[in-house]
């Protein structure tokens, strides 16, 4: 650790991964009440979307200015005064009694836990060295995952017992504790990260977005972050249900148990990154090998789901197990969010993770809309619904190895201009 001791470190990281667990699990749980909700509120499809959409549209708006109030107040601060406004959005949430006002509450609760994974990468980047940056990131991916599982078994366990309105009071209480605990545990952001009077701290400070995206290493992951992060998280939100329902023949349960071990595995996933990642880093395996080795695995995958379309089982195995695989192999791509970090000076730590985060939120949407519109065309073209749905993820994967082709040129082209200027 850099500033802090170990075991301070260890209290900062569990009031973090608390906040986010909360996070997630609030990101998820419209899933799991959308069948209430439509019939409470009379929902048409489109306007359940919207309102699963409220979420996103209100967490990718405060990206950008979120990077800059992280860097300028620190993590403790600015997380503290966004939870401030999920607390009361959960509480408009639970009373709300028409549409518009559901809505409303469902974008300020994007909003409000819009810096509860960006706050503590930032505060890593200060705090952590590198080998345990790599493990922190990890293990709030794998509380994140905890989170998304808790939406689903544990909530249609209470929804019968409480309802759905007690649920979200409870959410809000439980974010009141994390703000306690966060500004117990977490210590203030250091005053000489804000101004040190030195020319290249003066540099750092003036560094501004448009330099951040025009940055070599983050132009490389560009695509990466869209197609492949972005798609994982739409993936494992939205289309694997529907595949193994509409294209694999899975009854509604079948679909929700596989989504339940989908995402179990993916907790295990995130645990395992952050056993290993800090040893690998210690043998001077860097991000882009462990990304380089890691996601031609999913496009196998990926690849085998498509061309077997129609099937539940493939030699055997049942199909939620293949998306199972494809999620976890991604996972890999998970390890470009702390390098990230590190390849910019700790002064714009926040700025370059939040402009990344937007990328894989932007990414979410493009492929959550783009597939089902290749979808609704490919059906008005009279194709059936398993050619429908293998044709739209087979285009999504091709633009995945696209992606990646490209992640891999860029990186060449790098090593080859710096071994230029070596000699």
């Not at 293990?139 to 929804?159: H, I």
Request: glycine share 8%; with cysteine; charged share 10%.
């Amino acid at each position: 650790m850099n500033t802090i001791s170990k075991q301070r470190a260890v209290w900062i990281f569990l009031v973090f991964a608390f906040a986010y667990f909360i996070s997630t699990l609030i990101r998820a749980i419209t899933a799991t009440l959308s069948p209430i909700l439509v019939q409470d509120f009379g929902l048409s499809p489109q306007d359940l979307g919207l309102l699963a959409g409220a979420y996103f549209l209100g967490f990718s708006l405060t990206q950008l200015p979120l990077g800059a109030w992280l860097d300028k107040m620190g993590p403790k601060k600015v997380v503290l005064s966004f939870m401030s406004v999920a607390v009361f959005a959960c509480i408009g949430f639970a009373s709300a009694y028409s549409f518009q006002l559901l809505w409303l509450a469902r974008f300020l609760v994007g909003v409000g836990v819009s810096a509860c994974l960006m706050g503590p990468l930032t505060a890593y980047r200060k705090w952590f060295d590198p080998s345990n940056q790599m493990r922190a990131n990890s293990w709030m991916l794998m509380t994140g995952a905890l989170g998304m599982v808790a939406s689903t078994l544990p909530v249609q366990w209470l929804l019968p017992q409480i309802g759905w309105r007690p649920i979200f009071l409870i959410l809000s209480s439980l974010i009141v504790l994390a703000i306690v605990l966060i500004d117990l545990v977490v210590p203030k952001w250091p005053e000489t990260t804000i101004n040190l009077g030195s020319t290249e701290q003066t540099h750092n400070e003036k560094m501004g977005y448009s330099q951040i995206l025009k940055h070599p290493y983050f132009i490389k992951n560009i695509p990466l972050g869209l197609f492949v992060y972005g798609g994982l998280v739409a993936i494992q939100t939205l289309w694997a249900v529907p595949w193994m329902i509409k294209v694999a023949g899975y009854t509604p349960i079948e679909a929700s148990t596989g989504l339940f071990w989908l995402n179990v595995s993916m907790l295990l996933t995130f645990w395992l990154w952050g056993l290993i990642g800090p040893k690998l880093a210690q043998k001077g395996i860097t991000a882009v090998q462990i990304i380089s080795y890691g996601l031609p695995l999913s496009f196998v995958t990926l690849a085998t789901l498509v061309f077997t379309a129609g099937q539940t089982h493939i030699i055997g195995v049942p199909i939620w197990v293949y998306w199972t695989l494809y999620c976890v192999f991604c996972t890999s791509i998970s390890s470009a969010q702390p390098a990230i970090a590190m390849a910019f000076p700790s002064e714009v730590a926040g700025r370059a993770l939040s402009a990344y985060n937007l990328t894989i939120f932007f990414g979410v949407f493009i492929v959550q809309w783009g597939v089902g519109l290749l979808i609704d065309l490919f059906s008005q073209m009279e194709l059936s619904v398993v050619d429908s749905y293998s044709l739209a993820i087979g285009i999504y994967g091709a633009i995945g190895v696209f992606s990646y082709l490209f992640f891999l040129f860029f990186y060449r082209q790098q090593v080859q201009n710096t071994q230029q200027k070596m000699t």
